[in-house]
């Protein structure tokens, strides 16, 4: 199976940070590399496909990046509402694992 | 706009079964590859079973043999037959039109 290892496990910030997730892969993915965002209670709900492709909706302070193996997730401003926690997924190959999630507080 | 409601979920005990539903609107779950992806209490993302739009079928090595994906064209729903449960299995479970959509998920609980 593809391991997909994320850092930092949790991360505390502050309104208005650059905020970076990384998301490695055991072994080249390609792009075949999603993001999710699950916010307290509620389901996780797809922020970024194909590595760089922000989802219905979401705002462009997010962006994505990398490939192969190195993969990262950009909140470019932080604002409140992006208390959640943050996972990457890859679908290279089956079974489609997820990292381990990244908790993302405000300072 | 697609939505996906999961119901059937509850506690059972273990060595039971389950059947879990998806019905979907606004797309059509037979033109789409569909997911299932499980969360244990306070932990992350589990990757369960997907159901190809050509028929394919495939699953976890944890639920392999127990878990059956399948979907109902005339019902436009998705379903995951569960068998052979145990506390491991005890978990938040979430439909997905992957990747684009997911449900608001249905609770399992395994438990004597």
């Known amino acids: 199976d593809i391991q997909m290892t994320q850092s930092p496990s949790s991360l505390s910030a502050s309104v208005g940070d650059r905020v970076t997730i990384t998301c490695q892969a055991s072994q080249d993915i390609s792009n075949h590399l999603n993001w999710y965002q699950q916010k307290p209670g509620k389901a996780p709900k797809l922020l970024i496909y194909d590595v760089f492709n922000l989802g219905m909706g979401v705002p462009s302070r997010f962006s994505g990046s990398g490939s192969r193996t190195d993969f990262t997730l950009t909140i470019s401003s932080l604002q409140p509402e992006d208390i959640a926690t943050y996972y990457c997924q890859q679908y290279d190959d089956l079974p489609y694992t997820f990292g381990q999630g990244t908790r993302l507080e405000i300072k | 706009e697609a939505q996906l409601v999961e119901s059937g979920g509850g506690l059972v005990q273990p060595g039971g079964s389950l059947r879990l539903s998806c019905a979907a609107s606004?797309?059509?779950?037979?033109?789409?590859?569909m997911s299932w992806v499980r969360q244990a209490p306070g932990k992350g993302l589990e990757w369960v079973s997907i159901?190809?739009?050509?028929?394919?079928?495939y699953y976890a090595d944890s639920v392999k043999g127990r878990f059956t994906i399948s979907r109902d064209n005339s019902k436009n729903t998705l379903y995951l037959q569960m068998n052979s449960l145990s506390a491991e299995d005890t978990a938040v479970y979430y439909c997905?039109?992957?990747?684009?959509?997911w449900g608001q998920g249905t609770l399992v609980t395994v438990s004597s």
């Open positions: 606004g797309f059509i779950v037979s033109s789409n590859y």
């Open positions: 997905a039109r992957t990747p684009w959509d």
């Open positions: 159901l190809y739009s050509g028929g394919g079928a």
